[in-house]
């Protein structure tokens, strides 16, 4: 620990330390700077969820007051879970639940297309069920990590993430023009005028505001604004240039004044996190659904475990660091459930910032840690968050939702495209995606199929895997992945 006298010295030498404790003032502001990182990423999945889904009625499954709660405790989740990571809870002898890793933990993008099927024939607490039940397969993944492994291949992992960013995008668009509900009003305005019939005033009053110029404009500010810091920022500006971006869009829609702050003004300043506030139910067919993506969430997880450990320690990641790293995105998602919101997932932008800046010290991440926890003590926070214009995360989140897909393919280019790969990959979305977009076909299929197929996602990710069994690879594909897994970690850190 760093002594008092001395103690630039001391702390210049822990932070690059996976253990130690520097000095408070030091470590702090390198907490802070992950949590800048992540902040948005871990709310937008929330926010964007509550402004996409609804049920058969058009009525959104996510009130507002229900959102504001929702993001004050994924912060609080957010917080106990990276705690969880950096300081495992040991079961036995031989698991741990937790990495020992300086790993920072949010709310996962990646369920946000199933979740958005599931809300609109569930419900929320439908979701909230299917969350927790659900978190027990990447459970089980964790502890047989590695025979379980082979299963799941980039190619698998790729279609998949291809799949989810495929379905985001058009959310990303529909985000950046004003969000769902002006979207779902055009809509009917337009087919009330078409029948001829009197579009009521509050329908026209929502209609008017997609694709509004105003919309258009805080969402051309945010994401020029991220674009010019990615290109010419350095340091901390670069790294937290989304949540400048959403700043500087936030100021220009409250000037047009876009945005309405009463729920701020009602919102307490100190609440305590309640768990099972918004009560889950348990459905087969949600959960089945869930299911599914913690077997990706699972997967990312591993990929930025290589990173952080290849990065940091010039080496791999332990089995037994792996399976701890996986159990705990399983706990910290059935604990996000337990406490009113959504999945957790290991931070691949904070892996980042491990690999950039080499500072691997745990009491350093641990702080950030603290900072999420007292802000899911603070309803405003939330609430602050939760005011915000759709156009506003639209502008941020558009490049985001490119980049799930972006990385899906990149794993498919360290697959290869052997004749092999590309007959899986034609099955995989020819059947998996075609067949799972088409919506009257699904409800045509036999009951046990189209739970597989109502999700495109779990259609791929099931495809995928089948085929994977039917068409195993020769044992040279096999050392040419092999060589690709070893690259790949040292690829993600450049």
């Not at 869009?249 to 729920?263: E, H, R, S």
Request: aromatic share 8%.
């Amino acid at each position: 620990m760093g002594k008092n006298t001395g103690a630039t010295v001391d702390d210049r030498r822990l932070i690059y330390q996976l253990e130690g404790r520097p000095r408070l003032a030091v470590a702090l502001p390198l907490g802070l700077q992950h949590v800048l990182s992540m902040f948005i990423g871990n709310l937008a999945p929330i926010l964007v969820l509550a402004g996409i889904a609804s049920n058969a009625t058009g009525e959104p499954i996510v009130s507002p007051a229900q959102r504001m709660l929702m993001v004050q405790c994924c912060m609080f989740a957010s917080g106990m879970t990276t705690l969880i990571q950096l300081y495992p809870l040991k079961v036995g002898k031989q698991y741990q639940i937790g990495a020992g890793l300086p790993i920072v933990m949010g709310t996962a993008f990646a369920f946000v297309p199933t979740m958005r099927t599931l809300g609109a024939a569930y419900g929320i607490n439908a979701i909230l069920g299917a969350i927790m039940i659900g978190s027990f397969v990447e459970l089980i993944m964790g502890l047989f990590i590695k025979p379980l492994k082979k299963f799941f291949p980039p190619l698998v992992i790729g279609a998949v993430l291809i799949t989810i960013g495929l379905h985001l995008l058009p959310v990303g668009v529909q985000y950046f023009a004003g969000g769902a509900g002006p979207e779902a009003n055009a809509g009917i305005a337009v087919n009330l005028a078409a029948q001829g019939k009197e579009v009521p005033v509050s329908v026209a009053l929502l209609a008017l505001q997609y694709a509004s110029w105003q919309n258009l404009f805080i969402g051309g500010t945010v994401f020029l604004v991220i674009l010019c810091l990615q290109r010419f920022a350095k340091g901390m500006v670069k790294i937290s240039a989304i949540l400048i971006g959403i700043v500087v869009g936030y100021l220009v829609a409250i000037i047009l004044g876009q945005v309405n702050f009463k729920a701020v003004m009602d919102a307490r300043f100190i609440a305590v996190p309640i768990p099972f506030a918004i009560r889950p139910e348990f459905r087969l067919e949600a959960i089945l659904g869930m299911a599914a993506i913690y077997v990706v969430s699972g997967l990312e997880t591993m990929g930025n475990i290589n990173g952080i450990t290849v990065a940091g320690f010039d080496r791999e990641a332990t089995i037994k660091e792996t399976s701890g790293a996986v159990m705990a995105d399983a706990a910290g998602s059935l604990f996000a459930a337990a406490f009113n919101t959504l999945p957790n997932t290991a931070f691949g932008q904070n892996a980042g910032i491990v690999a950039m800046t080499k500072v691997v010290n745990k009491w350093c991440i641990a702080t950030g840690a603290f900072v999420l926890i007292v802000a899911g003590f603070c309803p405003k926070i939330g609430a602050v968050f939760s005011v915000m214009p759709s156009s506003v995360l639209g502008g941020a989140v558009i490049t985001v939702f490119a980049m799930i897909m972006l990385n899906g393919i990149k794993l498919l280019s360290k697959a290869g495209f052997s004749d092999r790969n590309l007959l899986i990959l034609a099955i995989t979305f020819g059947v998996g995606l075609a067949v799972g977009d088409n919506k009257l076909l699904v409800d045509h299929l036999p009951k046990g199929l189209q739970y597989i197929f109502r999700d495109t996602t779990v259609a791929v990710c099931v495809i995928s895997v089948a085929a994977n069994l039917i068409f195993p690879p020769s044992d040279m594909e096999k050392a040419l992945l092999q060589q690709a897994q070893k690259n790949a970690a040292v690829e993600d850190v450049r």
